[in-house]
């Protein structure tokens, strides 16, 4: 499984370090991504990983602003949200998925419970 954790409120401009921790299976040579989903929307893609770390890929809304890291010893995923803006406001999701680098949902098979982001102006 995988648990999402590190929302919050925070002001326009902000940071957060969201952490998407797994259990139960090794995630190491999988492909991780970051999705988040505002309420009545589709779940959009954030950001993905490579399983080695070494490719990364990000929606340009959050270029620049957001990291997404691993770390495979300790089965864990990271997203650092810096410079974030109301708009950022949803809820995030991590997810795993076994081939590929793919950016749809649907390309993802194993996914972690949200944690809500707020950003207020």
């Known amino acids: 499984q995988l648990q999402a954790s590190g929302g919050g409120s925070v002001q326009a401009g902000g940071s957060l370090r969201l952490s998407c921790a797994a259990s139960g299976r090794s995630f190491k040579s999988y492909s991780m991504g970051w999705f988040r989903q505002d309420p009545g929307k589709e779940r959009k893609f954030v950001a993905g990983i490579n399983w080695t770390g070494s490719t990364t890929d990000y929606a340009d809304s959050v270029k620049g602003r957001f990291t997404i890291s691993r770390d495979n010893a300790r089965n864990t995923g990271y997203l650092q949200m810096n410079s974030l803006k109301p708009e950022d406001t949803a809820v995030y999701y991590c997810?795993?998925?076994?081939?590929?680098?793919?950016?749809?949902?649907?390309?993802?098979?194993?996914w972690g419970q949200g944690t809500l982001v707020t950003v207020s102006s």
């Open positions: 997810a795993a998925q076994r081939a590929g680098n793919g950016k749809s949902p649907s390309d993802f098979g194993y």
